[in-house]
């Protein structure tokens, strides 16, 4: 059963880019949240989707979408990329709509030169 | 603003000693409260979760919740080398989690 994963592992952009980020969820679960999370920094929490729209939603900028497939897998899209971007970039899913525990995947870490 | 307060560490203790990790939160809406482990490098493990005032073991770890005081602790009993990393504590409410910025916990044989 594989759990959360996450692609890519690593990626590096300069200013002003754009990226996407990829995020399959557990097997059965139907919710998934995305953190940011700088070095020494907890996670901090980016958006939530659930039936493919947006739920709930952090003290990030507009930059900063996504969207939630039918099949739950998720995509993170950063555009006009900062340096205080650079950051590991966790996906969390869970089920129950959210009302569970939520596993996160391995992450990917982002950096911007 | 929902804040969740950690001491950042580290809090280093001796094989087989106990470890006491304590946390804080502001927003009285949290429902249950979520232990999460994290190596260097690695991404957050989770390790505990309670929802109810007291105490909840499971394992060598115990978690205590104080909805009144706003306080949370987790208790790792016979601490091994291989528990040294961030605990991070996480309140959960309105379908989503905050995090503290973790406690760094060493481990020293």
């Known amino acids: 059963d594989a759990g959360v994963t996450q692609s890519p592992t690593h990626l590096i952009k300069t200013r002003g880019q754009q990226v996407t980020l990829r995020c399959s969820p557990k097997s059965g679960h139907d919710t998934v949240s995305w953190y940011q999370q700088a070095l020494g920094q907890g996670p901090q929490f980016i958006f939530q989707?659930?039936?493919?729209?947006?739920?709930q939603r952090g003290n990030f900028p507009d930059r900063f979408s996504g969207h939630q497939f039918p099949n739950y897998s998720s995509e993170l899209n950063v555009n006009a990329l900062l340096l205080g971007d650079s950051a590991l970039y966790l996906c969390?899913?869970?089920?129950?709509?959210?009302?569970?525990?939520?596993?996160f995947g391995d992450g990917t870490r982002l950096s911007i030169l | 603003q929902k804040e969740v307060e950690q001491n950042s560490g580290p809090l280093s203790v001796p094989e087989g000693a106990i470890a006491s990790l304590n946390c804080t939160y502001s927003?009285?809406?949290?429902?249950?409260f979520f232990w999460y482990r994290q190596y260097s490098g690695k991404s957050p493990e989770l390790i505990m979760f309670i929802y109810s005032n007291g105490d909840k073991e499971d394992g060598r770890f115990t978690a205590q919740l104080n909805k009144a005081s706003q306080y949370v602790s987790l208790l790792i009993r016979d601490s091994q080398p291989s528990d040294s990393a961030t605990y991070l504590c996480?309140?959960?409410?309105?379908?989503?989690?905050?995090f503290g910025k973790g406690t760094m916990l060493l481990v020293s044989p």
């Open positions: 996480a309140p959960w409410g309105y379908s989503t989690l905050t």
């Open positions: 989707y659930y039936e493919e729209e947006e739920r």
């Open positions: 927003d009285r809406g949290s429902q249950s």
């Open positions: 969390a899913s869970s089920s129950g709509g959210g009302n569970q525990p939520q596993h």
